[in-house]
T-cell receptor, first 114, second 112 residues
Framework: NAGVTQTPKFQVLKTGQSMTLQCAQD?????MYWYRQDPGMGLRLIYY???????DKGEVPNGYNVSRLNKREFSLRLESAAPSQTSVYFC?????????????FGPGTRLTVL | GNSVTQMEGPVTLSEEAFLTINCTYTATGYPSLFWYVQYPGEGLQLLLKATKADDKGSNKGFEATYRKETTSFHLEKGSVQVSDSAVYFC???????????FGQGTTLQVKP
């Protein structure tokens, strides 16, 4: 049971390049989330998927797209990377969206955009 | 809208000192409250939670009580260890989407 896994761990991009961050969970969780972490700002929600086949915008969705490929996988795509997207990205999952369940986090992807 | 405010860091303590990290929230309804911890180079992991007013969450010597009257969820530990050095996040949970709203995080450094 690996929990939540993310690839890659580190990535350096040039402005304008594209890339996809991958996330998978093996806990049979229904909901999945993408956050970004910036110094002094905590974690902010980019997009989430409450269930397979649905996605919704979070607090900071501009410049990103997501795909809930199946129940296990939820990817985040940067179509044209900008320096403002330099951040640490975390994927998380939760069994039910009751508001009381624990979110489980992946180890993060550290992205630098030059 | 809903929000969480944490005390500014960093917090530097000597081993065996008493720890308090303040957390207050603004929310409609009665959300669940969480403390997550992030050790260097790792993702976040749940430290403790409380799902209703007056509940006390506890784990690994840490405690926090859900106070509706003061809209607070302060984290405390009676005697910190060097291994407690980490970033601590207070968070508020949404009951219909499972989304978490985080405070800005407080860095704790414990010196031997």
């Amino acid at each position: 049971n690996a929990g939540v896994t993310q690839t890659p761990k580190f990535q350096v991009l040039k402005t304008g390049q594209s890339m996809t961050l991958q996330c998978a969970q093996d806990m049979n969780h229904n909901s999945m989330y993408w956050y970004r972490q910036d110094p002094g700002m905590g974690l902010r929600l980019i997009y989430y998927s409450a269930s397979e086949g649905t996605t919704d915008k979070g607090e900071v969705p501009n410049g990103y797209n997501v795909s809930r490929l199946n129940k296990r996988e939820f990817s985040l795509r940067l179509e044209s990377a900008a320096p403002s997207q330099t951040s640490v990205y975390f994927c998380a999952s939760i069994k039910e969206t009751s508001g009381t369940d624990t979110q489980y986090f992946g180890p993060g992807t550290r992205l630098t955009v030059l | 809208g809903n929000s969480v405010t944490q005390m500014e860091g960093p917090v530097t303590l000597s081993e065996e000192a008493f720890l308090t990290i303040n957390c207050t929230y603004t929310a409609t309804g009665y959300p669940s409250l969480f403390w997550y911890v992030q050790y260097p180079g790792e993702g976040l992991q749940l430290l403790l939670k409380a799902t209703k007013a007056d509940d006390k969450g506890s784990n690994k010597g840490f405690e926090a009580t859900y106070r509706k009257e003061t809209t607070s969820f302060h984290l405390e530990k009676g005697s910190v260890q060097v291994s407690d050095s980490a970033v601590y996040f207070c968070a508020l949970g949404s009951s219909n989407t499972g989304k978490l709203i985080f405070g800005q995080g407080t860095t704790l450094q414990v010196k031997p």
